[in-house]
């Protein structure tokens, strides 16, 4: 797409589309930027504007559906999304990753495996590195590995990974997808240009998935399960990680060596694996690294330990499967705090998976009195609820009733938003607070 001299307007005035603005600028193009939200070079989109435009790139925080968006496609003018331009702009191998939860884990294992092996690499996406930020620095021989979120894969027109992985579908951002079949329609997108020369890394546990891996996927499938033995894929087995697949046949490490926890993070650990075997790298490379990967910032995460009382970070449990796989990791009796923004999720298999986990459960945000309502349907006790005005007030009532060897898991099953721009600054407020706020108690106080 040549696009010097022409000029593009940026919707949406974030990270990925100020990324946008210099990576148009970059190239010769005009960028014009705007946002609903705030006067950004422009404060309307009349028809006169929208005569002078000749493509419009879309944020991934703005809906599709928006009135304006719609006037813009009416129009005719081509709408693609930040990481369609930055795919078109850059260059290299990509690697990319979607799905509902696991996503940041497997993108910055995967980013590690492929740096480990020696390659020029750029992790980029919905990790919080804009694609568009990094595309002009890319080489043909760089690999670029990407966290590729539902609403950027509704903008992609010729994004075409080499690699891609769907690492699970469950419920989540139906307030913007509208329906489930919307939503795995959506996230089945990351194949669409793909053909058998490229590999598709799908979860056979995962019974959507499973379904578009022996009917539909356009890609050569890699298979993973934490399950069942797969005699072409990579899956747990008697508390090992094996690898078959073309010809070789490997144990890649115990469970036990590993610093990441869960089950789910185990499945993490798979889905790396495959993605970086898919791209050439060598079991040894694989094994070395998944050995030594420490977890990423806000997904239990350890936050650390007062007065005898283990505290972990799981700010990016933004929605209750997610949630429950923070629960699930829990070895200790748990002061769960959670709640937020709503996004219309159901709560009650959440809430199932408490039983002989959460001791007490702190709630706070706008889906407080919506998770107290699901937790009483589900048969948890009344007196073990505590309503809290805000994660402040929560965090305080654990620090004064936890025990020494209880746990406190911020997991929230909910966005940030309201009470926090995003899930990195809930979960630094919270790290923050255990590091500083909570006293240490005198033996015999």
């Known amino acids: 797409m040549e696009l010097t001299g022409k000029r593009v307007l940026v919707y949406g005035a974030g990270k990925s589309g100020l990324g946008a603005v210099e990576l148009l600028k970059g190239i010769g193009a005009v960028p014009v930027l705007y946002d609903e939200k705030k006067v950004c070079d422009i404060e309307n989109l009349d028809a006169e504007t929208l005569k002078t435009i000749d493509l419009c790139v879309l944020s991934p925080g703005v809906p599709t559906d928006l009135p304006r968006v719609m006037e813009i496609r009416e129009t005719g003018i081509p709408i693609i999304g930040e990481v369609e331009l930055a795919y078109l702009a850059g260059k290299g191998t990509v690697l990319a990753v979607t799905g509902t939860n696991g996503k940041t884990t497997t993108t910055a294992l995967t980013g590690a495996i492929m740096e480990q092996s020696g390659a020029e690499t750029f992790v980029v996406g919905n990790i919080g ?135 789910h993070n185990y499945e993490n650990v798979m889905a790396a694996a495959a993605i970086a075997f898919s791209a050439g790298v060598s079991t040894e490379v694989i094994s070395k690294c998944v050995r030594t990967f420490r977890p990423v910032a806000h997904r239990i995460e350890y936050a650390g330990e007062k007065n005898g009382v283990i505290w972990y970070n799981d700010s990016k449990g933004t929605n209750p499967d997610a949630a429950i796989r923070g629960i699930r990791a829990m070895t200790r009796p748990t002061f769960l705090i959670a709640g937020g923004y709503d996004k219309g999720s159901d709560y009650g298999e959440w809430i199932r998976s408490f039983e002989g986990r959460v001791k007490t459960l702190l709630l706070e945000g706008a889906t407080a009195e919506n998770i107290r309502e699901s937790a009483l349907s589900n048969g948890f006790p009344e ?45 630094d407020v919270f790290k923050k607070y255990v590091q500083e706020e909570i006293p240490e108690k005198r033996p015999g106080a």
């Open 129 to 263: 590195n804009a694609y568009t930020g990094e595309a002009l620095k890319m080489h043909d021989d760089s690999v670029v590995v990407a966290e590729i979120s539902s609403f950027q894969l509704e903008t992609i027109k010729s994004f075409r990974p080499h690699v891609s992985a769907i690492l699970n579908i469950t419920p989540d951002h139906l307030n913007r997808h509208h329906t489930m079949e919307e939503y795995i329609r959506v996230k089945e997108c990351i194949t669409t240009n793909q053909t058998k020369d490229d590999v598709c890394v799908l979860n056979y546990e995962d019974p959507v998935l499973r379904d578009f891996g022996e009917q539909k996927c356009p890609a050569d499938v890699f298979w993973f399960s934490s399950a069942r033995e797969l005699s072409d894929g990579i899956f747990l087995e008697d508390g090992n990680i094996r690898i078959r697949r073309k010809g070789t046949d490997a144990i890649l490490c115990r469970t036990d060596e590993l610093l990441l926890i869960g089950v």
């Open 383 to 427: 007196e073990r609820i505590v309503m809290c005005g805000n994660m402040t007030e929560a965090m305080k009532y654990a620090a004064e009733h936890a025990e020494a060897g209880d746990a406190v898991l911020l997991s929230p099953a909910c966005a940030s938003w309201g009470e926090f721009p995003n899930y990195e600054v809930r979960g």
